[in-house]
């Protein structure tokens, strides 16, 4: 039951991984960001998030009633870190915003620090995630997962240079893609 839900969660990602990245090349057109919230890309990568994310928990909860958590402390305290900071982080640029409207850059806050504080924070849940349940059904979506989040920027970026021109360029010229320049 759980490698079925690991391959799932695997699946998801690994689909979103390969529109991203290869859609441009197959006439598919831009994956990530979405044009508009209609599109099928929109409504695709929600699905296979979906896919990649549930599967996940369900997993882990089967594995942590069976086995228990490895170093709850310190991976507890990073979930919650993360995650938390990732929702507070997604709500200061906009929900909107975080799936792929344009309605304004922002760069205060937060996000006058790094250009991506939400897939930072998310990874620091990720890691605590990973620290909870080390095992390998959970340690490679998770390793997919986290992937997706490097390299999302790098799709991200032409996209908002497209939108918002001078104000971005400036903006990613002072500030660092992740956490350090």
């Given at each position: ?53 549930y599967p996940l928990l369900a997993a882990s909860a089967i594995l942590a009633r069976e086995v228990g958590f490895a170093w709850p402390w310190i991976g507890f305290a ?104």
């Amino acid at each position: 039951m759980i490698w079925g839900l690991s391959a799932l969660s695997c699946l998801g990602f690994l689909i979103i991984l390969g529109l991203s990245f290869f859609g441009p090349y197959v006439g598919l057109g831009r994956y990530w960001p979405p044009e508009k919230t209609a599109s099928w890309q929109h409504q695709s990568f929600r699905a296979l998030f979906r896919l990649g994310l549930y599967p996940l928990l369900a997993a882990s909860a089967i594995l942590a009633r069976e086995v228990g958590f490895a170093w709850p402390w310190i991976g507890f305290a990073l979930v919650i870190l993360g995650f938390g900071c990732a929702l507070l982080f997604t709500g200061k640029l906009g929900w909107k915003q975080a799936f792929g409207a344009a309605e304004g850059l922002v760069s205060s806050a937060v996000y006058a620090y790094s250009r991506n504080p939400v897939y930072v924070a998310t990874l620091f849940g990720m890691l605590g995630w990973a620290v909870l349940l080390p095992t390998v059904a959970i340690l490679v979506p998770l390793l997919l997962w986290a992937v997706l989040y490097v390299l999302a920027p790098f799709l991200e970026e032409p996209w908002l240079e497209a939108q918002f021109g001078e104000e971005y360029i400036a903006y990613k010229a002072k500030t660092p893609r992740f956490i350090w320049k």
